[in-house]
């Protein structure tokens, strides 16, 4: 073992040459990974939500949904289904291959295929059956992608915001796109506009997939236009940043092993429940159209209404996620974004006013993703090794907090608008859930930071070296 000594390619640059190539190599990765990946994360959104627009094109009346019963409502909701049951697995084996440049395109391509074949159902039987395996195999993407980014603590919160932009401008593209397909297609070719909806998206789906499998990289270890000198620079970043290596090759990577610790540390119940309590608050973007269709518009200009809260989504998260990479702090950044999304939906929950309802359309949004964005990084930043233990911890976490969305489906039924007051309430309490639990986190890892601060060894925390803590620096970050 060479210890935490930078291999020799590496140790005989000088300072200036490597934060010259380091720089370079981060603008490569950049640049490789991050813009296929958005684009993806926009389709895998759009495939996943588009059935809320569907609705207003007409698929509950051409399915013949019955109106009065909760349908509609179980066809969203079995998405989640699948998406929960394939999460874990899916990261497991993902770490296993570590190929994922040909993984996560071959599943998107599939799911495209499944998304497109929704225009195919008559009824509710086959909409059900295509939406739990819509979910099944889009599961894949997002735990994956989370999983795929190699980059240190500090450059990692930015990248999880431009990754999760992806969902948040699919919803302002969703929104444009089902307005101009529902007020300009309806009953071309004798498809209906919903139909169309799905097999122009899928398409689309299918199209970029063959695109990514050329683009993306793998991981530093096994990705080719990479410079050997690279490679090592991209491997020791990773390595010094928190003491340990990262992917090495699949006999380094035991399953079963690194669920095992993901599931015995007490730290990953504790975002559990704070993931939990963001993404069930967030559930009501399943149901955005819904929700501002109450506001007493078009279906058109509905649609169109849905665009500019995520536009702003977008642009508060990118600050919010850049801020926190940049002070290190975690804490506050996602705490005061949720004070701002409970305030939200508290107003919408207390008026049936036109301006105050948008008021809070407009900020609930942003105040729950503003917070699920840094919360993501800080899931790698507080479980950062093994491997296969994040990769465990990452799928585990997002699969149950999903789960919110099977039932959260049944709360916004058309009987209960305009208010929505059991969603809004509900949102409320998982939103208050979620501030509690990132408080109690906070206070576990600043008393595990003393204690690593004493050069004590501190069980789930980078310790490669026992009695080296001190010197190598290693924190969690609040």
């Known amino acids: 073992m060479r210890g935490l000594r930078a291999p020799e390619i590496i140790a005989r640059l000088?300072?200036?040459?490597?934060?010259?190539?380091?720089?370079?190599?981060?603008?490569?990765?950049?640049?490789?990974?991050?813009?296929?990946?958005?684009?993806?994360?926009?389709?895998?959104?759009?495939?996943?939500?588009?059935?809320?627009?569907?609705?207003?094109?007409?698929?509950?009346?051409?399915?013949?949904?019955?109106?009065?019963?909760?349908?509609?409502q179980t066809a969203v909701s079995i998405l989640f289904v699948g998406y929960l049951l394939m999460q874990i697995p899916s990261n497991l084996f993902l770490n296993k291959i570590g190929k994922p440049a040909i993984y996560l395109p071959a599943c998107m391509m599939v799911w495209g295929v499944i998304s497109a074949a929704t225009a195919a159902c008559t009824n509710f039987g086959g909409l059900v059956?295509?939406?739990?395996?819509?979910?099944?195999?889009?599961?894949?993407y997002f735990p994956g992608c989370l999983y795929y980014?190699?980059?240190?603590?500090?450059?990692?919160?930015?990248?999880?915001?431009?990754?999760?932009?992806?969902?948040?401008?699919?919803?302002a593209f969703s929104g444009l796109m089902s307005a101009g397909i529902t007020g300009n297609m309806d009953g071309v070719r004798g498809i209906g506009a919903w139909q169309w909806l799905f097999i122009i998206e899928g398409v689309i789906t299918v199209g970029i997939s063959f695109c990514a499998f050329f683009i993306l990289p793998n991981f530093p270890r096994t990705t080719s236009w990479l410079s050997e000198e690279e490679k090592a620079l991209a491997i020791w970043?990773?390595?010094?940043?928190?003491?340990?290596?990262?992917?090495?090759?699949?006999?380094?990577?035991?399953?079963?092993?690194?669920?095992?610790?993901?599931?015995?540390?007490?730290?990953?119940?504790?975002?559990?429940?704070?993931?939990?309590?963001?993404?069930?608050?967030?559930?009501?973007t399943n149901f955005f159209p819904a929700v501002v269709k109450t506001?007493?518009?078009?279906?058109?200009?509905?649609?169109?209404?849905?665009?500019?809260p995520y536009v702003l989504t977008v642009i508060t998260t990118c600050i919010n996620a850049w801020h926190a990479d940049r002070t290190g702090e975690r804490y506050w950044h996602v705490t005061c974004s949720l004070f701002v999304a409970l305030a939200a939906f508290i107003l919408a929950a207390a008026t049936t006013s036109l301006a105050p309802r948008y008021v809070?359309?407009?900020?609930?949004?942003?105040?729950?993703?503003?917070?699920?964005?840094?919360?993501?990084?800080?899931?790698?930043?507080?479980?950062?090794?093994?491997?296969a233990k994040r990769a465990a911890a990452l799928a585990f976490i997002n699969a149950v907090s999903n789960a919110s969305s099977i039932y959260a489906s049944y709360m916004y039924e058309d009987s209960m608008a305009p208010r929505y007051v059991v969603a809004m309430s509900v949102n409320c309490g998982t939103i208050f859930m979620a501030i509690v639990a990132a408080a109690v986190l906070r206070i576990m890892l600043v008393r595990l930071n003393k204690k690593?601060?004493?050069?004590?060894?501190?069980?789930?925390?980078?310790?490669?070296?026992?009695?080296?803590a001190v010197e190598h620096g290693f924190r969690f970050k609040v």
Not at 129 to 140: I, K, N, S, T
Not at 155 to 162: D, M, P, S, Y
Not at 363 to 384: H, K, Q, R
Request: glycine share 6%.
């Open 14 to 72: 000088t300072p200036e040459q490597r934060v010259e190539l380091e720089v370079r190599l981060r603008k490569k990765i950049d640049l490789r990974l991050l813009p296929m990946l958005i684009l993806m994360y926009i389709l895998n959104y759009i495939d996943r939500n588009n059935i809320a627009a569907a609705k207003l094109a007409g698929l509950p009346e051409d399915l013949k949904l019955d109106p009065n019963s909760s349908q509609f």
């Open 129 to 140: 059956a295509v939406r739990f395996w819509l979910g099944f195999v889009e599961a894949a």
């Open 149 to 171: 980014l190699s980059y240190t603590r500090k450059e990692l919160g930015l990248r999880t915001a431009f990754l999760y932009s992806g969902a948040l401008i699919s919803g």
């Open 237 to 284: 970043r990773l390595e010094e940043d928190i003491g340990e290596d990262d992917w090495i090759d699949s006999e380094h990577q035991s399953l079963w092993i690194g669920a095992k610790q993901a599931f015995i540390d007490v730290k990953t119940w504790v975002l559990l429940v704070l993931l939990f309590g963001i993404v069930a608050s967030g559930s009501v």
């Open 295 to 308: 506001l007493g518009y078009s279906n058109v200009n509905t649609l169109l209404l849905t665009c500019p």
């Open 360 to 387: 809070a359309m407009m900020l609930m949004v942003p105040g729950v993703y503003c917070a699920f964005v840094v919360a993501l990084a800080w899931i790698s930043n507080t479980l950062p090794r093994p491997p």
């Open 452 to 468: 690593l601060d004493q050069g004590i060894y501190v069980e789930g925390a980078i310790n490669a070296f026992p009695g080296q």
